[in-house]
């Protein structure tokens, strides 16, 4: 079974722009989750799918937008974009939103801004 | 709200020694915890979690971690460290008491280096 992909591995974009990047879950899985990770905060959750509805959103300013299509494929848009959102974007999917699923990451989105 | 801590940024060990990665939590009932690796360039990977029973929880590549409510800790554990274990550990939570669609909390990361 093929795992998580994200597209593309990495972006460089400037100051201003925005940006869309893609999701594919693993098969059979209807949740997804999008997370920044930057080495001085770790970890931090954007927003989570289910059933293409938003079913949780993290601290992000309403610049970082989501959606979720009936294929369960995911897509995640940063529009005017800051030097402060470079990081590294996971993808992860799982069999529902609900606990106890463990969640199945994708290699990343690696995002520079300039 | 619900919350992780990982107290040691680095953790050092010999190759052949025992390790053990620290996480702490936050939740106001029984929690859902998890650990994953993270390997340079890649993803997270899961490694094992905990739902109810057996404190005792053992995952994938021989590591283990256990459960224990009163100090609210859910250290990962393994008998005898790899040079290939070096990579960086999450632990993270999921509150099944708070409603809803919960979300999962992730702590900082630990990177674990095993040195030959």
């Known amino acids: 079974k093929a795992g998580v992909t994200q597209t593309p591995r990495y972006l460089i974009k400037t100051r201003g722009q925005q940006v869309t990047l893609s999701c594919s879950p693993i098969?059979?899985?209807?949740?997804v989750s999008w997370y920044q990770q930057t080495p001085g905060q770790g970890l931090q959750f954007l927003f989570e799918?289910?059933?293409?509805?938003?079913?949780n959103k993290g601290n992000f300013p309403g610049r970082f937008s989501g959606r979720q299509f009936s294929n369960s494929r995911s897509e995640m848009n940063v529009s005017t974009l800051e030097l402060g959102d470079s990081a590294l974007y996971l993808c992860?999917?799982?069999?529902?939103?609900?606990?106890?699923?463990?969640?199945?990451f994708g290699p990343g989105t690696r995002l520079t801004v300039t | 709200a619900q919350s992780v801590a990982q107290p040691e940024d680095q953790v050092n060990v010999a190759e052949g020694n025992p390790l053990t990665v620290k996480c702490t939590y936050s939740?106001?009932?029984?929690?859902?915890l998890f650990w994953y690796v993270q390997y340079p360039n890649r993803g997270l990977q899961f490694l094992l979690k905990?739902?109810?029973?057996?404190?005792l929880v053992k995952g994938s590549y021989g590591f283990e971690a256990e459960f224990n409510k009163s100090q609210t800790s859910f250290h990962l554990k393994k008998p005898s460290a790899l040079v290939s274990d070096s990579a960086l550990y999450f632990c993270?939570?999921?509150?099944?008491?708070?409603?809803?669609?919960?979300?999962?909390?992730f702590g900082t990361g630990t990177k674990l280096q095993v040195i030959p």
């Open positions: 992860a999917s799982s069999l529902r939103a609900e606990s106890p699923y463990e969640q199945y």
């Open positions: 098969s059979g899985h209807r949740s």
């Open positions: 799918y289910f059933s293409e509805t938003q079913r």
């Open positions: 939740v106001s009932g029984n929690p859902y």
């Open positions: 905990y739902i109810t029973g057996d404190n």
């Open positions: 993270a939570v999921r509150d099944p008491n708070s409603g809803g669609y919960q979300k999962v909390t």
